[in-house]
């Protein structure tokens, strides 16, 4: 049986939103640029670029946003439309199945608004056309009647700015992708970038945490503030209940442990991947789709919430063949490295045991 997205975001590492985040996440969201931690150049050329279309009186390029979830596009987007001072419309992929479902959003904009979609890989083939002519030409083609008899009414729509979100740019046509004049990818963020957004929501939150606790709490958090946020959620209860309210490394710790997160973040998906790569497939290589089922999930699932961190992590890598496990992931289950593996070079005959790792690809 494979799980759905919603189970999923109910895990304590899940990168996923689940109903409590957000609720939370409102509160705990970088309102401006500034306030914005990490992803240092995306802000300053983002920065950068608003300045400028400001300063001419234009809307600025369309923003396309990449990246695994939970690093901060909506934050982004809304960022994006707080800075222009310009309302935003929100809207996703799957709610527009229609081409008139996003000709009822662009033919009601104001100049200037911000239109945010997330899950912009989503939007049905159709409407993906209208939104071509909309963000080039601010012009839509309103069809009237049927078949043969069916006239195109072009129709102007106000000047706006598309910020789009996508966990999987891949998917997007290359022909959508080059009407974005601005395009970021999130990366993951460092330990010490988590420890400054744990110690500020705590802040917002009146939790008090220890710079140990937060430092403990961000070396847990997969790279993902919406992770980080969550966890030190998880922590103060603990804190409050079992201890006096302060969060310290040793009350992190011990929350931690409680809710299965381990010390690099993974969790049981994480654990259920590399298990089934290194002990079913003996470290690769392997289809995504043939992964997904030995651990009981979403091809979908393992691709965008799981994979990225772990390849990050050393601990998978991503071959034209399939996945393949590190070393690395033998060493995290505590298990022997073997001495030959898809990553490892052939010794050459009597030179004894296999030298440097190299992955092919
Ligand atoms: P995404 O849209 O990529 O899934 P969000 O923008 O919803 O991610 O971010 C999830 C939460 O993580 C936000 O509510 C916010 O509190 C926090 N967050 C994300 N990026 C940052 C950041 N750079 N600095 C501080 N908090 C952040």
Same mark, same amino acid.
């Given at each position: 049986?494979?799980? $759905? ?24 969201? !970088? $309102? ?28 600025? /390029? ?10 901060? $596009? ?62 080039? /030409? %601010? ?5 009237? *009647? ?9 129709? /102007? ?6 910020? *789009? ?34 110690? &500020?929501?705590?802040? +917002? ?16 958090? &997969? ?6 946020? &969550? ?24 929350? +931690? ?23 079913? %497939?003996?470290?690769? !290589? ?15 699932? @393992?691709? @965008? ?15 034209? &063949? ?13 298990? !022997? ?22 992955? %092919? /690809?």
């Amino acid at each position: 049986m494979t799980r $759905k997205p919603d189970d999923e975001a109910e895990r304590a590492v899940s990168a996923l939103a689940n109903a409590d985040d957000r609720i939370v996440e409102g509160a705990l969201r !970088p $309102k401006r640029l500034s306030e914005l931690i990490g992803q240092t150049r995306v802000r300053e050329q983002l920065s950068l670029m608003l300045e400028g279309a400001l300063g001419r009186g234009r809307t600025p /390029d369309h923003v396309l946003l990449s990246g695994p979830p939970g690093l901060g $596009k909506t934050t982004l987007a809304m960022i994006i439309s707080a800075e222009l001072g310009a309302p935003m419309r929100i809207t996703s992929g799957p709610a527009i199945e229609r081409a008139g479902d996003l000709a009822a959003i662009l033919s009601t904009l104001s100049e200037g608004e911000v239109v945010f979609i997330d899950e912009i890989h989503r939007v049905a083939r159709p409407a993906e056309e209208m939104l071509y002519l909309a963000m080039e /030409d %601010f012009r839509v083609d309103v069809v009237i *009647g049927k078949g043969p008899g069916a006239t195109a009414i072009p129709l /102007d729509i106000a000047q706006f700015t598309l910020v *789009g979100a996508t966990t999987r740019a891949g998917l997007l046509p290359a022909a959508l992708r080059d009407r974005f004049g601005f395009t970021a990818h999130l990366d993951f963020y460092e330990p010490e970038e988590l420890g400054v957004i744990v110690r &500020r929501s705590a802040g +917002l939150l009146g939790v008090a945490l220890r710079d140990d606790g937060a430092e403990e709490i961000a070396g847990r958090s &997969r790279g993902t503030p919406r992770i980080a946020n &969550r966890l030190l959620r998880r922590v103060r209860d603990y804190a409050e209940v079992r201890g006096n309210g302060l969060i310290t490394q040793d009350i992190a710790k011990a929350a +931690l442990e409680l809710y299965e997160v381990d010390e690099m973040g993974l969790d049981r998906l994480d654990h259920a991947v590399l298990a089934a790569l290194v002990r079913k %497939f003996g470290g690769g !290589p392997v289809g995504l789709s043939t992964l997904a089922v030995a651990v009981g999930e979403e091809a979908e699932t @393992v691709e @965008v919430v799981a994979e990225p961190f772990l390849v990050r992590a050393g601990l998978i890598a991503r071959t034209p &063949r399939g996945r393949v496990a590190t070393p690395a992931s033998w060493e995290y289950l505590g298990l !022997p490295v073997p001495q030959q593996g898809p990553w490892v070079r052939q010794p050459e005959a009597g030179q004894g045991p296999p030298g440097e790792v190299t992955l %092919f /690809d």
